[in-house]
């Protein structure tokens, strides 16, 4: 009998969870909520489609699924027992076309739920996915291994927009090549393999690195045959084959700071443009001077770069950048020489706080500050400095200009409940930022930051149409903080959003413009979606203060 109940409870503990991994964890039932909706696929039930719940962390950037389960006959799906906060509701199927409308542009849509709440029709009208397939082969018609296809959505007047699948490593061919893309949204794409200018990431066998090659085997773009996508349908054979493997090349340099001295770990930018100055592309990677100053970048194509040294706050210098054309030889003899900047010290106080040593919740706090660039196509830098226990700080390799200072943090995990109040220098406010000269040393900055107990709760309404596949941000700034200095929070599916420790004032909030970025023959484009919304919201301490954001699209020629 003992061992038969002992069964029985294992079989009942297996169940259980069984279970809770698939339904979220029970709350109290004066907490717990429920999230549901209606799925369809071509406007019919998704009978059995896997829905997936995702609990976002505090900052929004991670989801961890916590539940899922299939939707039933009529399509219909409920989570229960959802405690309060922030979810994702997804689906698992890469071959369907979700919105990306989950925090961050993740697949999905964001949803906040509060205690006990139910909410109803976060609802999803998916569309069966195409499919591209084929197979990349060299001149001699051997399996193309490792390499990562491109598609590009064809848009108006020859712009395109690359299309990223949920399933990354389907744009990979095989060991024999191939390679099968689910999940393609309907429409016209170029399809192409290999790269066209810069320095391309080494991938497949050996780190081959081929010359861009579009279907159906063609480097001139304007020559492309592009390719149909359709609801549900494959399109197969879509096979390249590419020429020769390119050869890259080498440049090198030093750098000097003001005295002619090499100096050491000066990290470089490098933006890379195609020959014909049509397209540009700015990265970041190990590019640095070593310990004798001298700096060396391999793997590099044919084509204009620019490089642009950091700020250096060690050695308190900056440069500027510089251009340069790079032929089919290596180059070396570059020089870039670095200039002494100026610096901006001073202290930061918490206000309220009658103690000076700031509270441990902000021993991350940073300061970042922005330079305005010194001409066209060039970086004004900008520099950061922690600020120590003290409240003391140092921003130095500053160039001349106005400086405008902004709150940063060196921890992923740093509350952003801090605002900048006021900023002081010489018994005046700075808020529009301080002029700095060449080499100033500028001391006695003082940076008032706080926190409160006010609340903003509100809902960006739509009107005069539908928005599908955007995603809305709402950016908010207290009005006597450092202007442009704005954070950003992101509704909901019910448009819906809270934000919390809130220093009493006014605030202004944002919403849109919504701009898709484009690029083509014709070069980069911004296109375009919704007007600015804006409107002013007074905050008190301890209250909620409620808000509607009305967005009224009207059709546009």
């Given at each position: ?49 896997e ?58 849509r964001?949803?906040?739920?509060g ?137 090198t ?57 950091q ?12 251009d ?25 106080i ?12 902000l ?32 921003l ?5 200009g ?8 060196f921890s ?9 109040l ?13 002029n ?17 107990t006010g ?14 596949g ?36 006014d ?27 804006k409107?002013t ?6 209250a ?8 009224a ?5």
């Amino acid at each position: 009998m003992r061992n038969y109940l002992s069964v029985m409870f294992l079989a009942v503990l297996i169940w259980t969870m069984y279970t809770n991994s698939q339904q979220p964890l029970q709350t109290t039932q004066a907490q717990s909520g429920s999230i549901a909706g209606y799925i369809t696929i071509g406007g019919k039930p998704a009978a059995g489609v896997e829905v997936v719940l995702l609990k976002l962390d505090d900052k929004g950037s991670r989801r961890t699924q916590i539940a899922s389960l299939k939707a039933e006959e009529d399509g219909r799906y409920r989570f229960t027992g959802v405690a309060p906060g922030d979810y994702d509701v997804s689906f698992s199927s890469t071959a369907l076309i979700v919105p990306k409308q989950g925090r961050y542009g993740q697949p999905g849509r964001t949803v906040k739920v509060g205690s006990g709440e139910a909410v109803q029709s976060i609802d999803f009208n998916l569309i069966q996915g195409g499919v591209i397939t084929g197979r990349i082969t060299n001149a001699d018609g051997v399996p193309v291994v490792g390499q990562t296809i491109k598609l590009n959505k064809t848009a108006e007047r020859g712009f395109s927009q690359e299309f990223y699948p949920a399933n990354h490593n389907s744009l990979k061919t095989n060991d024999q090549g191939v390679y099968r893309v689910e999940g393609v949204e309907p429409g016209h794409y170029l399809v192409s393999v290999g790269v066209s200018y810069g320095i391309p990431r080494s991938e497949g066998e050996s780190g081959k690195i081929y010359k861009q090659t579009f279907y159906p085997g063609v480097t001139d773009q304007s020559k492309a045959t592009t390719v149909e996508v359709k609801e549900g349908a494959v399109s197969g054979n879509i096979d390249i084959a590419v020429g020769n493997l390119l050869k890259t090349y080498m440049v090198t340099g030093r750098i000097l700071d003001a005295d002619g001295n090499p100096l050491p770990n000066v990290r470089l930018g490098i933006v890379s443009m195609r020959e014909d100055g049509s397209v540009r592309t700015n990265g970041t990677g190990p590019w640095s001077s070593d310990s004798s100053g001298e700096f060396r970048i391999e793997g590099a194509l044919p084509g204009h770069y620019q490089l642009v040294p950091q700020v250096d706050a060690s050695s308190n210098s900056y440069g500027d950048s510089i251009d340069f054309d790079l032929r089919n030889e290596n180059l070396s003899g570059i020089e870039i020489r670095m200039t002494r900047g100026a610096t901006i010290s001073g202290s930061v106080i918490v206000d309220g706080n009658k103690d000076s040593t700031l509270p441990d919740q902000l021993s991350d706090l940073g300061l970042s500050v922005f330079m305005p660039p010194p001409g066209r196509g060039m970086d004004g830098g900008s520099s950061r400095s922690r600020v120590n226990r003290d409240g003391s700080f140092k921003l130095s390799g500053l160039r001349p200009g106005k400086a405008r200072i902004f709150l940063t943090s060196f921890s992923p995990k740093f509350s952003n409940e801090f605002t900048i109040l006021r900023i002081e220098h010489n018994g005046a406010e700075r808020q529009e930022g301080i002029n700095v000269g060449p080499g100033e040393q500028i001391t006695g900055v003082r940076i008032t930051i706080g926190s409160g107990t006010g609340v903003i709760r509100g809902e960006v309404k739509i009107e005069g149409g539908q928005l599908e596949g955007v995603r809305l941000y709402v950016d908010y700034r207290h009005t006597k903080s450092t202007p442009n200095s704005y954070s950003v929070i992101e509704p909901d599916a019910r448009g819906r959003f809270v934000i919390e420790k809130l220093v009493a004032g006014d605030y202004e909030l944002l919403v849109g413009p919504m701009t898709v970025n484009v690029t083509g023959d014709a070069g980069g484009k911004t296109m375009g979606r919704m007007p600015t919304v804006k409107q002013t919201v007074s905050v008190k301490p301890g209250a909620e203060s409620e808000v509607t954001l009305v967005l009224a699209l009207t059709p546009r020629e």
